[in-house]
C-alpha cells in the first residue's frame, strides 16, 4: 500500500509519538485528514483506542512503521488477502476433506492457523506456508505443526521436494492470486489426494483465459 503524501507527512511530524505497540498523534487533524491517516493505520493493523488515545497494535510495530514511513509503502492486509476463516466454513472444509488421523494435510496460505489447527485436532499432520512475518509468528505459537515455512508459498516451496505428495491441501489463499495458489497447489497432491480450497465466486463465471483453462 502506497502511503499518500498528507498523511506521511503527519506521520513525519516530530511531534507523533511511534513507539512499541502504539501510534500517538497529539495534535487535531481534520476530518478528511483523519480519515486518511486512521485507513493506512488500520491497514498497518492499528486499532483507535479512546483510553490510551492512540492507535493500538497489539505487537511492537515501531520498526516496521519506521520503515514504510522511510519508504512511503507497506505491505497491507489488504495487499495480502488476509482474512481468517471462519469457523462454519472451516469445519465445511474439514467435511469435504475427509480427514482421518495420520493423513498428510498441505495448508500454504496458513494465515494464523484457522484450518491448520482444527485439521490437527483431526488428527492430521500438517506443513504450512505462510507469507506474513507477524502471522507466521502467531502461527508457530499457536500450531504444533510438523514444518512451519515463512514465504512465498508461489516461490519457496517445490513440489518435487514432496515426492510422496500430501494426502489433503486444504486452503483458503489470497483471492487476487488465488487461481495461481491453486494451480501451484495441485502439484503437492500425492495418489488417491484431495485438494479442498475456498475460492472466489468468479472462478466458476470468469472467461478470461486462465480461468476459462482451468475449468
Ligand atoms: C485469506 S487469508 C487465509 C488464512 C488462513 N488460510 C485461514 O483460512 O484463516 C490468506 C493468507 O495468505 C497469506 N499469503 C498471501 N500471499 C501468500 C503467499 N504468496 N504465500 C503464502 N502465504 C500468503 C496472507 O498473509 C494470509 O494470511
Not at 511511534?18 to 487533524?29: H, K, S, T, Y
Not at 520503515?67 to 471462519?86: C, H, K, R, T, Y
Request: aromatic letters at 8%.
Amino acid at each position: 500500500m502506497r502511503i499518500p503524501s498528507e498523511v506521511l507527512e503527519v506521520l513525519r511530524d516530530q511531534r507523533v509519538v511511534i513507539a512499541g505497540d502504539r501510534v500517538q498523534i497529539p495534535f487535531e487533524l481534520g476530518k478528511r485528514l483523519y480519515e486518511r491517516v486512521n485507513r493506512v493505520l488500520k491497514q498497518a493493523g492499528g486499532k483507535w483506542d479512546s483510553r490510551t488515545r492512540a492507535h493500538m497494535f497489539g505487537r511492537d510495530i515501531e520498526e516496521l512503521l519506521n520503515q514504510a514511513i522511510l519508504a512511503g509503502e507497506f505491505v497491507s492486509n489488504m495487499d495480502l488477502g488476509w482474512f481468517p476463516s471462519p469457523p462454519p466454513v472451516v469445519h465445511q472444509l474439514l467435511e469435504h476433506a475427509s480427514i482421518r488421523p495420520g493423513m498428510t494435510v498441505l495448508e500454504p496460505s496458513a494465515g494464523t492457523g484457522a484450518i491448520a489447527g482444527p485439521a490437527m485436532g483431526r488428527g492430521a499432520v500438517v506443513d504450512c506456508v505462510e507469507l506474513d512475518e507477524h502471522r507466521a509468528a502467531v502461527l508457530a505459537e499457536r500450531v504444533p505443526a510438523r514444518r512451519i515455512v515463512r514465504g512465498d508459498f508461489l516461490k519457496c516451496l517445490k513440489p518435487n521436494d514432496y515426492e510422496q505428495g500430501f494426502n489433503r491441501v486444504l486452503m483458503n489463499p489470497p483471492f487476487h492470486h488465488a487461481l495461481d495458489h491453486l494451480r501451484h497447489a495441485i502439484g503437492f497432491l500425492g495418489e488417491d489426494a484431495l485438494l479442498v480450497a475456498v475460492m472466489p465466486r468468479y472462478v466458476e463465471w470468469r472467461t478470461d483465459r486462465p480461468y476459462a483453462e482451468f475449468r
